[in-house]
């Protein structure tokens, strides 16, 4: 049985509960927090997993005070190629992957960023392309279904092989590369090349197994999928033999669920910041490997002229017609190359 005095301590707390919470100063129930998954295809230890994903996801966890953790899985959700349509379809909150693993023209204007002679910075050149897609590509709205945090690009992508090294385009009549599709496979096609489409996990064992004989790879990629005893000649070219538009996106329901608040905390880490970063942990990989390359003995020379001559007259072709394209979608191809290429200071051969 409670005293009076008791029952007066209780009505006063009560009282004074009351009026702390009508001014508001009473602490609130903290918000759950959402965690978003990002599926991963390329190896946990690759570098742009490393360097880039995992320090954007810790990233977007205090930018958003807690508020919005990003789970990276263990193992993808389906195949690299899978993974523009798993974010659409919220089989996966976040993905990147390669545009040119969808074949046909569904992300045609991404070529853009596969040419030829596009960038030695792989963080130039990302910055360089994520401001032309948000300045012109995205008008053509290629990533209707989800919401875009990011497009970028890798280090110049060159030459590899295990037959004998490529000084001029006639070397390369006969062999068998693996290409990421898109510019890539339309050029090494015209070369003489017999181009095989297959995601960059499958390149060991496709090399391993003699199915091709080479491939059209970045440099660090040699050394993140250990291809580094199935290969003997690299050749690389000013500016990228080619290169490749990769995207970055979220599921735009989940997106949308956010608040305003953590939106705009993240799309400051994207975008932009993001091409940065991505581009700088490709120009930190491509170097360590490009050690380690000459140091397991594989021969590394630069194209000769002649050689470059001949791929800038068979990607100028591409990029005409691919300009064709691009203009029946509302932007100007022939501009948006301009000036991507001015700046990243590349000046075409002559």
């Known amino acids: 049985m409670k005293t009076p005095i008791a029952r007066r301590t209780v009505i006063q707390g009560l009282g004074a509960g009351v009026a702390l919470a009508a001014a508001g100063v009473l602490p609130r129930r903290a918000e759950a927090a959402t965690t978003l998954t990002l599926s991963s295809w390329l190896p946990p230890k690759h570098p742009i997993v490393v360097n880039a994903f995992e320090p954007w996801a810790d990233d ?100 590899h092989n295990r037959v004998r090294p490529i000084k001029t385009a006639a070397d390369l009549q006969g062999l068998k590369f693996r290409v990421p599709g898109g510019h890539a496979s339309d050029l090494m096609g015209r070369l003489g090349v017999t181009p095989l489409l297959a995601p960059s996990p499958e390149v060991y064992e496709m090399l391993a197994n003699k ?29 990228g033999v080619y290169n490749t538009s990769w995207f970055f996106v979220m599921n735009e329901g989940k997106w949308n669920a956010l608040s305003d608040a953590d939106k ?57 017609a691919w300009a064709k394209l691009a203009e029946a979608r509302g932007v100007d191809g022939v501009a948006a190359l301009a000036e991507l290429r001015e700046a990243t200071g590349v000046k075409l051969p002559a």
């Open 211 to 239: 199915v091709i004989d080479g491939v059209t790879f970045t440099l660090e990629a040699i050394t993140a999928f250990k291809l580094l005893e199935h290969l003997k000649h690299t050749t690389t070219v000013p500016g």
């Open 60 to 159: 977007v966890a205090k930018a958003t005070d807690g508020r919005v953790k990003v789970r990276i899985l263990p193992k993808p959700l389906g195949g690299a190629p899978a993974h523009f349509d798993m974010a659409k379809d919220g089989i996966a909150d976040i993905t990147y992957g390669l545009h040119s693993f969808t074949p046909g023209d569904r992300f045609l204007l991404s070529r853009l960023a596969e040419f030829s002679f596009i960038g030695d910075d792989a963080a130039q050149l990302s910055v360089a392309y994520w401001n032309a897609y948000d300045k012109r590509l995205s008008k053509a709205k290629e990533h209707a279904g989800v919401h875009t945090l990011g497009v970028f690009a890798h280090g110049p992508g060159a030459i």
């Open 264 to 320: 705009a905390a993240i799309t400051k880490l994207s975008g932009e910041a993001f091409a940065r970063r991505v581009g700088k942990a490709w120009i930190d990989a491509d170097a360590a490997a490009l050690e380690k390359m000459k140091a397991s003995g594989m021969e590394v020379i630069q194209a000769e002229p002649a050689f470059v001559k001949d791929l800038t007259r068979h990607t100028a072709e591409l990029e005409a």
